[in-house]
């Protein structure tokens, strides 16, 4: 239960909502109290006995009573009649007003807890989305937060209503008899331990229902997303084995709670029974012996049944709290964490058209410890364009996360002119490069939207000549809708050098003084590379520009050329000097060279 203190702010939020509803609960439950007095009155009048001994609990039963003494005995049930459906009607008018109060105010926390959660995960850095799963982080924002809004909303209001039956019915019937009040309450204590113990296992088993149901979703959103490759090696049998086997672990668990649940209301059923039963025998030999009247037992007899559902339902109103604390918990797993990377709070915003430099960097991936950078030095002069090549694993690609600081380096520092990395505002940092990553990523958008993506006020010219500079605008032009064609899940429906293509455009359409490219050319043809090296030599000009490649780009000149192996540099200089030095870069130059040769 501690873990659904993390929600009081919410209550505090929309006080003046959760204030009305118990407002509410406790009118609709007081109009509803009055109807086994008046009752027990039309029983005590038909049997001639509302003289002798009738108690009027209420003030406004006994006005009520007064007003009527004049009248005929049918006229006294015609109006006890009319007073009933008045007080149901009254009654049914506040509880719609309860509703409106304290179901409406858990869907604006519904709403506000998703918008909590969604802003959290953006805050959250690169390392963190490498060690949870997607399927996972959208079980949580969504079934996580759905059982949550079941306590804020349902389950508080049923809780309420339950203190008000309770209070209000146990407040009369003391008054009119607390010899049959002890009887009817007799079962709860035995109520309340069974409770207790089913509420207990019920929160172990929730926690595990929702942890098998984020891997289910897990599996499932992840042979969607690989459908094609599923498709391709003929694993569907497999897959569908994988997913079989976590949903007969999630249905085993899910029935277990299930079954734990369905103890609470054949319980509540029989425990209510018994104490109507009590009621009635006692009431009833009370009668006999002229110590009582047949209107005490039909108002008892309606206290209790006012009770029964709300007495019934705390097995449901405990077990959606106890899966709601569960849930919160696990809600809170993640809002308690804090990224690694924060931007400062009073971050510097200098101009990144300045020389670059890497001091001393080391670098260690914290999720799976491999060593990226050791000991990395290099200076990046303002308007040089620098090559970094070298082979799988060399640490290139930490190079270009480092300099938009979506990790920070263990050891050393990074400075954009005099400026240290970690002082600059973070939004301002990435909102100023111009990035192609090597993993391509597109929205199911359209064309023209994941071109503009990093740039929203972009003129439909400045897309178009984006497009144009990396040779897809041709294609986009070729489709059905041209710019406005939707691309599907991630880019589904285009080919691989399309899509890297249109990240590319992305990139371009912003006019940044700091371009990073991380081999982004991989699924590119070699006359289109060529086209466009030729078209960004252009757009390079007077821009500091990172290449990311594992192939040489001889067509694109660079100032710097940096050869990396295991994380450290291994040679350095300008294209030719690397040829004289006859090492590492001219060996795969000439390897380049010969292939090339080959397929021509």
Not at 271 to 281: A, H
Not at 398 to 406: E, F, S
Request: with cysteine.
């Amino acid at each position: 239960m501690k873990h659904l203190a993390a929600l009081n702010h919410f209550f505090w939020k929309y006080k003046n909502r959760f204030f009305l509803g118990i407002l509410f609960v406790i009118l609709t439950n007081y109009f509803r109290i009055l109807a086994p007095q008046f009752t027990g009155y039309v029983v005590n009048t038909v049997v001639h006995k509302a003289e002798n001994g009738f108690r009027q609990n209420d003030v406004l039963v006994e006005k009520v009573i007064h007003a009527l003494q004049g009248e005929t005995t049918g006229n006294k049930i015609v109006w006890c009649g009319i007073i009933l459906l008045i007080l149901a009607l009254i009654s049914g008018f506040f509880m719609f007003m309860m509703r409106q109060t304290i179901i409406v105010m858990s869907r604006l926390i519904e709403y506000d807890q998703k918008n909590q959660v969604f802003t959290h995960y953006q805050r959250l850095d690169t390392n963190f989305y490498k060690t949870h799963s997607t399927g996972d982080l959208m079980n949580r924002i969504s079934e996580d937060v759905s059982r949550v809004r079941m306590y804020t909303g349902p389950a508080i209001m049923y809780f309420i209503n339950l203190a008000a039956v309770l209070g209000f019915s146990i407040f009369f019937m003391l008054k009119a008899s607390p010899k049959l009040t002890l009887v009817a309450l007799s079962p709860l204590p035995l109520l309340a331990i069974t409770i207790y113990i089913v509420n207990n296992i019920i929160d172990k088993k929730s926690e595990r229902v929702q942890a098998l149901l984020s891997q289910l979703t897990t599996n499932a959103q992840e042979s969607y997303s690989g459908i094609r490759v599923i498709k391709s090696f003929v694993q569907e049998k497999a897959m569908l084995g994988f997913f079989d086997a976590n949903s007969a672990e999630y249905r085993k668990n899910a029935l277990g709670l299930a079954r734990t649940e369905a103890i609470y209301f054949p319980s509540m059923a029989l425990l209510i029974g018994i104490s109507t039963l009590l009621t009635i025998m006692v009431g009833a030999l009370d009668v006999v012996q002229g110590k009582s009247d047949v209107g005490l037992i039909a108002e008892f007899v309606m206290y209790i049944q006012m009770m029964t559902f709300p007495v019934s339902a705390i097995g449901w109103t405990a077990s959606m709290t106890q899966r709601a604390a569960a849930s919160q918990k696990r809600i809170n797993e993640f809002l308690d964490m804090e990224p690694s990377v924060i931007s400062p709070l009073q971050g510097e915003k200098p101009s990144l058209a300045t020389a670059i430099e890497f001091i001393n960097v080391d670098f260690t991936y914290p999720h799976t410890g491999i060593r990226a950078l050791k000991n990395f030095s290099l200076k990046i002069n303002k308007g040089e364009r620098v090559a970094i090549i070298g082979k799988t694993g060399a640490g290139k690609s930490t190079i270009a996360q480092l300099l938009l600081r979506t990790y920070d380096p263990q050891q050393g520092a990074i400075n954009y002119g005099e400026v240290p990395l970690h002082k600059i505002d973070l939004g301002y940092l990435r909102n100023q490069v111009s990035f192609v990553p090597q993993d391509v990523f597109l929205f199911s958008d359209s064309v023209y939207n994941n071109i503009s993506f990093g740039y929203p006020g972009a003129t439909k010219e400045q897309v178009v000549e984006a497009a144009k500079n990396a040779c897809v605008d041709k294609e986009i032009r070729g489709f059905s809708k041209g710019y406005e064609t939707m691309i599907g899940e991630r880019g589904v429906t285009l080919s691989g050098g399309q899509k890297q293509r249109i990240s590319i455009a992305r990139a371009l359409v912003k006019e940044s003084s700091l371009v990073i490219f991380d081999d982004c050319l991989s699924a590119v043809d070699a006359k289109t590379e060529k086209e466009i090296i030729g078209n960004l030599d252009d757009f390079l000009q007077g821009k500091t520009a990172v290449i990311i490649t594992h192939r040489i780009f001889s067509l694109l000149s660079f100032d710097n050329i940096i050869v990396l192996g295991d994380g450290e540099i291994i040679e350095q200089g300008t294209h030719n000097d690397l040829l004289l030095k006859d090492g590492y870069y001219a060996r795969m130059y000439k390897r380049q060279q010969e292939q090339e040769n080959t397929i021509t």
